[in-house]
């Protein structure tokens, strides 16, 4: 999950470089079609794999979802920073964890609530909702966050059956389906350079998705969720030094909220871990 909140930071940098050059819908759709080329090394396993004729229906029916809450995302890149993007998406782990535990039969241990509502804090302490404006930007994040959020669940609950290069290959297929007819109801020509960046965003976020399938396979959602608040150092960084934002105060301190939850999570679960007289290594831990 550390390494799938690199992933997605890179591709937050590289779509707040591309701007609003190119419409959300189809920079959207190009990300996802672009991305069918790097399911090309996973065509042995994707011919091999046995799908369910109602798995067939959720990989659709995640498509779909993942294709709205992309849009929005692509939207929100155009109008606030790397750092009110990643905080506002931080409502997601939220919607997951709970989604996990009334529809996955997760359960919850206390530790993991208490961590999980302290960091949702260090991100209100971001957002500061009443004392500052929010804007279509942040409107359109808390619509993305929503639908990752059920997204997630969706990938967690078919990577029990399926395998990540089957989860991944899906999604992929059925967004860019989906997001098709969005595209070409506003269609811009890109530009070479335009197309190379999707590329390398499509690249970020074929490869972050697949880290997370593997996390989701070997661990429950409600524990590698709060590995991806680390996210937000690397959304502060990268917007600093590559898009000159501003360091604000609040987002510093909602930093050092969000990862000293972490860290208790972490060193709980480490400790649990020593406990376990014979762990394998996809073994479930509460």
Request: with cysteine.
């Amino acid at each position: 999950m550390v390494v799938t909140g690199l992933m997605f930071v890179g591709v937050q940098a590289t779509v707040k470089a591309i701007g609003d050059a190119v419409p959300p819908a189809e920079a959207s759709f190009l990300r996802y079609f672009l991305g069918l080329v790097f399911l090309i090394p996973m065509a042995r396993s994707l011919r091999s794999a046995r799908v369910s004729k109602g798995d067939w229906g959720r990989f659709a029916a995640r498509g779909f979802v993942q294709a709205v809450g992309v849009i929005l995302w692509f939207f929100a890149m155009t109008q606030i920073s790397l750092a009110e993007i990643t905080a506002i998406n931080y409502l997601s782990p939220i919607y997951v964890t709970i989604g996990a535990a009334l529809f996955l039969g997760e359960t919850l241990a206390m530790r993991r609530i208490v961590a999980v509502m302290v960091a949702l804090l260090g991100a209100l302490i971001i957002l500061r909702p009443g004392v500052r404006e929010i804007g279509a930007g942040h409107l359109a994040m808390l619509g993305t966050s929503l639908c990752f959020g059920i997204s997630y669940l969706m990938a967690k609950s078919l990577s029990s059956r399926n395998g990540p290069e089957v989860v991944v290959a899906m999604l992929s297929v059925f967004a860019t389906i989906a997001l098709a007819p969005f595209a070409v109801m506003n269609w811009v020509t890109p530009t070479f350079g335009q197309l190379a960046a999707l590329l390398l965003v499509a690249a970020f976020a074929t490869g972050g998705h697949y880290t997370m399938t593997l996390a989701f396979r070997a661990a429950p959602v409600s524990v590698t969720q709060p590995a991806a608040f680390l996210q937000l150092v690397w959304s502060v960084i990268l917007g600093l030094l590559m898009f000159d934002e501003a360091i604000d105060p609040w987002v510093v301190l909602g930093g050092v909220v969000i990862v000293a939850a972490i860290s208790f999570i972490s060193w709980r679960e480490a400790r649990s871990a020593r406990r376990s007289v014979t762990p394998s290594p996809l073994q479930t831990k509460s």
